[in-house]
């Protein structure tokens, strides 16, 4: 394997950001954009690796391609385009690629195979790209080491992130998988994550942005935050207003929080649905689970995405402190949220004695219990994005 699967094998979400000028199911994104200057910024502001359209259609070329290389030597760098022919390969390669994209939507299965071993030949990495069920199993078949799987469908341009992520989930695990199309926000990003991508290719909203490069930096930072205990749908649009990425409805009937269903997030955020033991069916993509001690929950809980388990909660005991808290959640293996009553306040502190996947307030930004206080939730918020 190659400089670009092993950057995305890397520990944590990755992100390709990609640089194309246009696209043909939005057209103009940024026809000026430079991909010497966008390259060595995404560098710089964390990406895992640089994907270039060198396709005319999309504004690019082989001269992107090699400007980029020039000025970046040890940037991984993909090479996107249509190839079908082993001497598209052979130019990508000497031009200063590190991977190419191969899309099995235009290939067979033996033109594939042909391409895939003649990469190898080359020291290339492929990422071969699967739309829906069919492609993924050929692309399994294969034994394609990376597989990008696209929300995207390139014949109609519909996005069609649900299926996209069930397509992720099923994979093996065993494969790089790169989430493709259709990530806007951080929320979108870990829904990939979580699912189990091990990268997400990004183009378009960074393209759009005002600031490509902060743009990059938002969608990887951590931690998440998650407003809990929400009842209404003005504290949810505060919430969202603020930048919250969570959006948590208690269920359990013992809560003074209790919500009584999960409400409609925007798609900036994640609904979680908490429960005390008693797991009901809901509609939110999360769902947050803690036991039941002497008629309270426990300090910890689990969240899990469907069936898996994706990370643990640690939290404060029912109603009590406990010297012990951040501790025992720095010493915690794999991706930790971090609850127990934080607030603008505090979150800071905690955030840098922990640096958790995500942070968890409800009690501290209420007037009343579900009912927030806008101006608290927006301070915890900042406080908590503040990098």
């Known amino acids: 394997m190659g400089r670009f699967s092993d950057a995305l094998r890397a520990p944590g979400l990755g992100v390709i950001a990609e640089i194309k000028r246009?696209?043909?199911?939005?057209?103009d994104l940024r026809p000026?954009?430079?991909?010497?200057?966008?390259?060595?910024?995404?560098?710089?502001?964390?990406?895992?690796?640089?994907?270039?359209?060198?396709?005319e259609r999309f504004g690019g070329s082989l001269a992107d391609l090699k400007s980029a290389r020039a000025v970046a030597p040890d940037v991984p760098l993909l090479a996107k385009g249509f190839f079908t022919e082993e001497l598209q390969l052979l130019q990508m390669k000497l031009a200063g690629a590190d991977a190419v994209l191969l899309l099995l939507r235009d290939l067979d299965d033996n033109r594939a195979q042909a391409l895939m071993a003649y990469a190898t030949e080359l020291r290339l990495d492929t990422l071969v790209e699967a739309h829906d069920a069919g492609e993924l199993e050929r692309a399994l078949r294969l034994r394609a080491p990376v597989i990008g799987i696209n929300a995207r469908d390139l014949s109609s341009f519909a996005l069609?992130?649900?299926?996209?992520?069930?397509?992720?989930?099923?994979?093996?695990?065993?494969?790089?998988l790169v989430a493709e199309s259709g990530i806007h926000s951080r929320a979108q990003g870990a829904a990939a994550e979580l699912a189990g991508?091990?990268?997400?290719?990004?183009?378009?909203?960074?393209?759009?942005?005002?600031?490509?490069t902060e743009k990059l930096r938002d969608l990887l930072a951590r931690p998440l935050v998650k407003v809990c205990g929400l009842t209404r749908e003005e504290d949810v649009a505060v919430a969202a207003e603020a930048g919250a990425d969570l959006a948590g409805f208690i269920l359990a009937a013992e809560s003074p929080r209790r919500a009584k269903r999960v409400l409609d997030v925007p798609d900036t955020m994640l609904s979680v649905a908490v429960f005390v033991e008693d797991v009901t069916e809901t509609s939110a993509d999360l769902v947050q689970v803690y036991g039941r001690e002497n008629g309270h929950r426990t300090r910890d809980g689990v969240l899990f995405r469907g069936n898996e388990r994706v990370a643990t909660v640690i939290d404060l005991p029912w109603q009590e402190d406990d010297p012990q808290h951040l501790e025992r959640a720095r010493a915690a293996d794999g991706r930790v949220m971090l609850a127990g009553g934080l607030a603008a306040d505090n979150v800071r502190a905690a955030i840098d004695a922990v640096r958790?996947?995500?942070?968890?307030?409800?009690?501290r930004l209420e007037m009343k219990p579900g009912v927030n206080d806008p101006e608290r939730v927006r301070a915890f918020v900042k406080a908590a994005q503040c990098r």
């Not at 069609?160 to 790089?176: F, K």
């Not at 958790?356 to 009690?363: M, Q």
């Open 22 to 27: 246009r696209s043909p199911s939005a057209g």
């Open 32 to 55: 000026r954009a430079d991909p010497v200057e966008l390259t060595v910024a995404f560098d710089r502001a964390g990406a895992a690796a640089v994907s270039i359209l060198v396709d």
């Open 160 to 176: 069609d992130r649900t299926a996209q992520l069930e397509l992720v989930s099923g994979a093996p695990r065993d494969r790089v």
């Open 197 to 212: 991508a091990d990268a997400v290719l990004v183009g378009t909203a960074l393209m759009r942005a005002s600031d490509p």
């Open 356 to 363: 958790p996947w995500a942070v968890d307030a409800s009690s």
